[in-house]
């Protein structure tokens, strides 16, 4: 029977899958968003020291275990210990929470492209009125689980192929654009300026740590998953090398896309979440060529989104076929149900029924618990299961003694991630409590 067992058909197509997976909103529309919000390039230098001290680490971890490992999620958890699998199924239950509000951010994106193919100029605040937010949720869904159902190679592999080089292209494209912008000089000075007095602040340590665990899509299981599938062949910690430089690149072309055109239309760069969605098109109806870079920009951030909703749903699809032994196919089916009606309420929060709890749309709960607090806490599980639970040998093989850069990751993930994880969480935990009483 076909449980999904399959792989990929070259190391390329390990890394581009991987990449697809990294290269998401995350880097589009989180990142712009974050570094506008923490007085821009003053977050660049916790961001780069927590790309390498910790999301590297962690990718090469999280992939080296399911590459030796070969097992989906729980089955990775069970071979450590066997105890540990209930924290196997709580990695998936927090990514299956994840999926539900990041598919509906997925359809706003699938929405503004074929708004701006037919030439509307939608606002947002028109569109989260009406329903269209949930019919594009559900599209979105659909299309992820029709990807998933088609298997690795058939599948993710044939897609990501495709939409990652178009990632890559369309942005350079924009970037040539940016570059003759009026405020070109501004936007990258706002962008690229450190600020050394921030350094102390802990909260923006602790924000860029949660960003690049997002960005690279590491804590969550997806990258392991994807490493099981790579079954010829070492080289796991170069390829991960590549797919963090990727990510980091496309954060960085995105910013020098994003901020020479806030500057050059005189918009405000710390809008928040909406930055993409309400000023970004602001900007658009102005510049000449505006309504094709406005199609050509929703197409780059669906592209992005698609191909990392992709990598999350898999790790709960291949979860379920090899858990409950059904097809690939009927377990796809299954987890697209199961998000759809996951993702609702984070689809209507914005939609015609604004759906809020204690005046919160349900989508920013959704993103505070399961995608921030909720990621902290499953980097923590897999960092410590693989890392403490596991004989190294198993993990690592001859890796470990590879090169000097080698030997500090497995200290890097047994204590420094764990550490860091421990600390995020008790602040946010706090911050929670104090807001409380
Ligand atoms: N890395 C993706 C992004 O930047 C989000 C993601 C996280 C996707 C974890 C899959 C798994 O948007």
Request: proline share 5%.
């Amino acid at each position: 029977m076909d449980t999904g067992a399959d792989e990929w058909s070259s190391r390329l197509g390990f890394i581009l899958a991987s990449i697809g997976s990294a290269v998401g909103i995350g880097n589009i529309w989180r990142f712009s968003t974050i570094v506008g919000q923490n007085g821009g390039g003053a977050y660049l230098i916790p961001y780069l020291c927590a790309v390498f001290l910790v999301g590297l680490p962690m990718m090469i971890l999280e992939m080296q275990a399911g590459h030796r490992l070969r097992a989906q999620v729980v089955q990775a958890f069970h071979a450590a210990r066997s105890p540990l699998r209930h924290a196997g199924w709580v990695v998936c239950i927090l990514v299956t929470g994840i999926i539900g509000y990041y598919l509906v951010v997925t359809g706003w994106t699938l929405a503004y492209v074929v708004f701006s193919l037919s030439g509307t100029r939608e606002l947002f605040g028109v569109f989260t009125a009406s329903f269209a937010p949930i019919i594009s949720f559900l599209a979105s869904a659909a299309i992820c689980g029709a990807v998933i159902s088609f298997g690795v190679r058939k599948g993710i592999e044939r897609i990501t192929t495709l939409l990652v080089p178009a990632i890559f292209v369309i942005l350079a494209g924009m970037v040539l654009i940016a570059v003759q912008l009026p405020g070109f000089a501004a936007g990258v000075s706002y962008f690229l300026t450190p600020d050394f007095s921030v350094l102390a602040d802990p909260l923006i340590w602790g924000a860029a740590i949660g960003q690049v665990f997002f960005s690279l899509s590491v804590g969550y299981g997806a990258l392991l998953t994807y490493g099981s599938y790579f079954r010829s062949g070492g080289e796991i910690p170069r390829s991960a090398a590549i797919v963090t430089a990727a990510d980091l690149l496309v954060a960085i072309l995105a910013g020098l896309v994003i901020f020479p055109i806030v500057f050059s239309y005189g918009l405000e760069p710390a809008a928040g979440p909406e930055l993409a969605f309400t000023t970004l098109p602001l900007a658009f109806a102005l510049m000449p060529w505006g309504s094709v870079i406005a199609v050509v920009f929703f197409t780059l951030l669906f592209f992005a989104a698609m191909s990392s909703a992709i990598s999350f749903l898999e790790v709960p699809t291949v979860t379920l076929a090899s858990m409950a032994r059904m097809t690939r196919r009927r377990a796809a089916v299954i987890m697209t149900f199961v998000v759809s009606l996951i993702g609702l309420p984070a689809a209507l929060s914005y939609s015609a029924y604004p759906l809020r709890i204690g005046g919160v749309p349900v989508l920013d709960l959704m993103d505070e618990t399961f995608g921030t607090f909720g990621l902290s806490v499953s980097g923590l599980l897999i960092a410590v299961t693989f890392s403490w639970f596991v004989d190294p040998e198993v993990i690592w093989g001859d890796t470990a003694k590879s090169s000097f850069l080698m030997r500090l990751v497995i200290p890097l993930c047994r204590y420094v991630i764990p550490a860091a994880l421990v600390i995020a969480i008790v602040f946010r935990a706090a911050s929670w409590v104090l807001t409380a009483g």
